[in-house]
């Protein structure tokens, strides 16, 4: 997120996986040039807009095999 974000031109200082101020305050920028709500955090819209994926915080469960039949 703070890579494609370095990418866009928005000052998030050092990539370095920490979710501060900083970033918080490009997020919020990113969020009000695409006319979103400024909260600072990520939003579905917001990472859909920076073309990352989304992911799951939990492995899909897996499909009864019997109802497959």
Do not use: W
């Amino acid at each position: 997120m703070q890579v494609a974000l370095a990418q866009l031109g928005y000052d998030i200082g050092s990539a370095d996986g920490s979710f501060g101020k900083q970033t918080r305050r490009e997020i919020a920028r990113y969020q009000k040039a695409l006319g979103l709500p400024e909260t600072g955090f990520l939003t579905e819209v917001t990472i859909a807009g920076l073309n990352i994926p989304l992911v799951a915080s939990q492995p899909p469960r897996p499909r009864d095999p019997l109802r497959c039949l």
